[in-house]
């Protein structure tokens, strides 16, 4: 009978040690980002052909809503050509996006935007446009660290103001205000190849609303920690990238629990804590049943 129970804590402790190996093998923590760090993309469709940047520029303060925070300025080229070839059109688009995200939590905080697009062959449509956009409170749109299947939801307000001129007559500022509530939601790891390299990512997909009732955007993100950026992105069926290059200076780098003498794992620090809560707790209780069996049977 205590062989019986012995064999019970024994599986217990190695279901334990195998949940917590296999997590630690699917975490995400946050990026730690160096200026000149930068993510290079191609588009991917048969209709688009143009690039993508990402790039960390500086490591700076911003100001929104009276409150200071040290952020990562992040600029961001897009730039394509798109071909529609059963409407015979030829559209361009060109824009250049600063980014600033939080250090602390790697939340967006402030967005400015500067856009020319237009008709090469079509249409003599074109625009120019500039837009400042601020999140309060900073859009939390990664909950680190990343595991699979992890959810969470993100309310936060947002101020915008957009200028510009379409076909040559100027409009703004147009301003606005409401609420972003958005859904996010992880999957299983997966071992992704792009141009860039072979990778085990985890898949980020978030639904936004804005105002509680007009569906805003969607976003389908392939996150890799050994690249601290998405190796591969989609937000519609058109706008598809993969990562073509990359320098990511923090991934040469030890993680912050790690010196030349001692490296601890988060996941085992907590299973070790766990398994000296735990274990104990069982032995008592099987302790004490033997104990209460054996008296059982010496009154009978």
């Known amino acids: 009978m205590k062989r019986k129970y012995v064999s019970c804590l024994t599986m217990i402790i190695v279901i334990i040690v195998s949940s917590s190996v296999t997590s630690a093998d699917f975490i995400i923590e946050k990026p730690t980002y160096t200026v000149g760090d930068f993510w290079k993309y191609k588009y991917v469709h048969p209709e688009r052909n143009g690039s993508f940047e990402r790039k960390v520029v500086a490591i700076e303060n911003v100001k929104v ?15 394509f050509i798109e071909t529609n070839i059963s409407m015979g059109q030829i ?58 299947s992890k959810s969470w939801n993100i309310t936060t307000l947002i101020s915008g103001e957009c200028s510009g001129f379409f076909d040559g007559t100027h409009y703004g500022p147009v301003k606005s205000n409401g609420t972003y509530f958005t859904k996010y939601y992880t999957e299983s790891p997966l071992n992704i ?35 601290g950026a998405p190796i591969e992105e989609s937000t519609n069926s058109t706008t598809h990238r993969m990562l073509v290059e990359y320098r990511y200076s923090y991934a040469s780098k030890p993680t912050p629990e790690c010196n030349e003498t001692l490296c601890i794992n988060p996941i085992f620090f907590y299973f070790v804590i766990l398994l000296l809560v735990v274990v104990p707790i069982v032995f008592t209780i099987i302790v004490i049943f033997i104990i209460r069996k054996k008296n059982q049977q010496l009154k009978m």
């Open 65 to 79: 809503q009276n409150i200071t925070y040290q952020s990562y300025r992040i600029e961001e080229n897009d730039s």
């Open 91 to 148: 559209f361009h688009f060109q824009m250049l996006l600063i980014e600033h995200i939080s250090v602390k939590d790697f939340a967006i905080i402030k967005i400015d935007t500067a856009m020319k697009s237009g008709f090469i062959k079509g249409p003599s449509h074109n625009q120019t446009e500039n837009c400042t956009v601020e999140y309060n409170p900073p859009l939390e749109w990664m909950r680190f660290p990343i595991i699979a």
């Open 193 to 227: 190849t792009v141009p860039a390299g072979s990778f085990k990512a985890i898949r980020i997909i978030s639904n936004t609303t804005y105002n509680s009732s007009t569906s805003y955007g969607y976003s389908d993100q392939l996150w890799s920690k050994e690249v």
